[in-house]
């Protein structure tokens, strides 16, 4: 078994926190794998429903946020995300997963205390589900990965704010009590909250797509004439970026957190096919082009885990961490995308059935790796940096 996990800088109440996940994880959450309430399009609500129950029950539901509205620090909380997504199906019962853990950030940082109090408290109880609404349709030539191309827009009227677009690849829609909406006024970019379902609000379809943990899939929206109160406005018009920026970062590395838990389970499951298997007379372990493949997946854990607790340091210190969370999600992603194919490989013809979580964790990270940013938009926003700084330091 991959030995997790630094714990320098825990305190122990968050290791406390991150044993109880575990073991809850590991006993409970595991055999619910092969629920066949495990979608195309994720795990039905039904599912998540039950599984948040048994979290309330052993008192690890939203374990990152403490009882007097507290959250942990980040190092904290890569202890207790980690061990969270040492099942696919672990986020969703443990209330950690994206788009909610995500949003609840953001909320906690810059929401008012009425809008806290409406929407934030049943966020954190688990009680419901959330969406994410920036990402546009290619088509429309909307917001991508360049969010200024944003398409969606939003006027006043009266005391409401009246909202049209389209947006696409919306994480959990189909299903969610409350949206964060973005879209560009006057001013600059938005924020508003939602509730959900509403008319307004059309699912025009839920996308087919390579991974499959997430109620309610990505969804292909159109915003119709959506009136919002002036009051559900998250902070200030033309302030929306900033805002993003607030929860982008955070979000990025708990992305890493979780998957680097679902890798290290993957590991365990091929180490263990790898030790029992016998062929031409040993066991697989034992041949170099199988041992010394899991012998890379411990070096590629342990960057990744590395990595992970760096960028976490470097977000409880109060910086922004704009340029360290796109280092860490390239590095992790890579990583763990190297460590999901050699487990695959080792189990051979096994390791693509669904018999055990390998194939999944497998198609998640190939996710991953597009999501919160793909690869190649963190390392050109990297490269981008790099010049910025030559020229600060070159100048006359």
Sequence with gaps: MYKLMQRDGVSARALAIADR????????VAPYERDPRCGAHGPSDALADELKDLARKAGVITPHILEDGGHLTQRETAAVLIRSGLSPLGPLACHTCAPDEGNMFL?????????????LTRMVDGSMRTAFFMTEPAEDGGAGSDPSMMQTTCKMDGNHWVVNGRKAFITGADGAGMGIIMAKSEDGACMFLVDLPDPAV?????LDTIDSSMPGGHAVITIDNLRVPADQMLGESGEGFKYAQIRLAPARLSHCMRWLGACIRAHEIASDYANRRMAFGKPLIDHEGVGFMLAENLMDLKQAELMIYWCADVLDSGAQGGAESSMAKVAVSEALMRVADRCVQCMGGQGVTADTIVEQVFREIRAFRIYDGP????KWSLAKKIKRDWKAENAA
């Design 21 to 28: 996940v575990e073991a809850f994880v590991r006993e409970t």
């Design 375 to 378: 690869t190649e938009v963190h």
């Design 202 to 206: 059309r699912i025009e379809r839920v």
């Design 107 to 119: 909320l906690g940082k810059v929401a008012s205390p009425e809008l806290k109090n409406r929407f």
